[in-house]
């Protein structure tokens, strides 16, 4: 079974984000990159998949030079090759990341294609739609289980208020949503054997994107906390500010 | 002279420190009051490559260099918490795993690494006597040789690991007339082998969680195949891994350093006394700028070492300097943690009275720092 799983790089969960002068873009300078982590379970997944039942996994990863300290972070888990597609940044347009990752994908007989349910820095969840739609395949997205049999699938995904058990047919690509499984640390032999691993390079023509952010702004600042420390005799003063000054009920 | 890490050097430090935060560090203090060795947390290092960092990968190990090796330990010491685990890790790895990996033979490191290397057998250096520590090669064990290998009789001490330990690498006299430098040797000695038995467990005031104690050997017949680096290789053999551990345990120290440190910065920015910090007062913070000097000097002279273990010829010298200067670093800079702490710190629960007690061995294992001193001297010229 040959798997490949897309990865993005994006900033750690803890950067402060900086938004440059004038809001058009984010500040990359001081920025520590990991994989974003519903990308960890798509690894982790597809690792076990491979194990289970022989055959190899491949890192795709879209992005500058800078994006192959991920990959190999990815590949000390274990997978086998790796493949990183040129481009100066990393695409803001979910379509445009989709249709270069079919065009680099499609033939290179893959029976299964992992993403994360969404990067955590765009927070689109579109390629993984988008790029199923493009190769004609299924798509299972929001997965938390997993069991291939075959050419069939069948996984089970979070749902509002549930889950729900779909079968699907091979080829498929399927968005890995936290709880699929527990990523494994990696480990010494993992981290020195992915440096000996080399990561093929790829160039594409990107088609042009068809939607644009014009500026980020940060989130409303939190106003000045109020105390009140009269205990019960409180509330009446609390529901109404509640109510006319937060507006909040 | 570039003191950048690598990519693969910042990756490895990173992944050590969330394998350790997340699996080695819970009910430490339980662990400690019951001097409890925690089998399945060795294990798991084990799986994370810890107990064979620089053995080739072809005997099941990670194949780092030296300095990236001293590199992980820092990161063991930072993240770990639980410094007999880290300490016996130590152990096993630089004064038994690392003279194996060095002096073995192809059938020995193909019969023990991988296993070492994983941590499915846990080794134990038996060298102290009970007359001689740091005067190690005036020891009373003798092997005689005779038809099918070598009888040894004698007891060792102070043995890290002892108690748990699956082999021993012995030393002992198998020629007094050749003088200290080629009068002893090295066996591989299996647990199970007749007449090898451990002796009494001692209790300590740190490190408590590795466990410790004597090994009895009577009557032992060891094969001649169990002879490490040959016959009175002991000497060399010792000596080397002795630079090994100086200068990594050093690094672990490193790591123990930057964890107080960081506590110490936090926990005084959070007490408050007399309406403010207490990081306020030039009194506190002049002791936690003391103990990023000391932790910087030390890491230097760490890492100097290191960058020497797999590369010089003799680095008795480093060793030496970097075992007394970080393992007095470490006790004043937990000293002063616990200082900082006041009241909070002198309790169990606050977890800094613990590192002040494993950090006061670091002074006396693998050679006090009075001999450290003294081979400084002898080789000034003194």
Known sequence: MNIAVCIKQTPDTTTRIQ?????????DDGIQWIISPYDEFAIEEALKLTEAN???????????????KTIREALAMGAQKAIRIDCESIPNDPGVTAKVLAEVLRGRGFDLIFTGRQAIDGDQAQVPGRLAHLLDWACVSVVIDLAIDGDKGTALREVEGGSERVHFTMPAVIGANRHLNEPRYRNMRGIMKAKRIPIEVVQVDAPAPQLEITSYSYPPQKGERKLFENGASDVAEVVRLLREEAQVI | MNFALTEDQEMLRDEIVHFARQEL?????????????????????????????PVPEEYGGAGLDALSTA??????GYGCEDGGLSFSICAHLLACVIPIMNHGTEEQKRKYLPKLCSGELIAVNAMSEPGTGSDAFNMKTRAIKEEGGYRVNGTKIWSTNGPVADIALLYAVTDPGKGISGSTSAFIVEKETPGFSPGQKFEKMGLRTSPIG???????????????????????????????????IGAKHCGTMRRLMEKS?????ERESFGQPISKYEAVSNKIADMKMRLEGARLLTYQGATRLDKARDVAIDASMTKIFVSEALVQTALDTVQIYGGNGFTTDYEVERTLRDSIGGKIYSGTNEIQKKILGNWLGL
């Open chain 1, 19 to 27: 938004v440059a002068d004038g809001g058009g873009e984010i500040v």
């Open chain 1, 54 to 68: 022989g055959g190899e996994v491949t890192i795709v990863s879209m992005g500058p030079a800078r994006v192959e």
């Open chain 2, 25 to 53: 560090n819970k009910d430490i203090i339980e662990r400690d009051r019951n001097q409890q060795f925690p089998r399945d947390l060795w294990l798991k290092c084990g799986e994370m490559g810890l107990q064979g960092l």
């Open chain 2, 71 to 76: 590199i992980a330990i820092e990161a063991l």
């Open chain 2, 214 to 248: 004597e090994m009895v050997f009577e009557d032992m017949l060891v094969p001649e195949s169990a002879l490490l680096g040959g016959e009175g290789a002991g000497f060399v053999l010792f000596n080397q891994s002795m630079e090994w551990e100086r200068v990594c």
């Open chain 2, 265 to 269: 910065v936090s926990y005084s920015k």
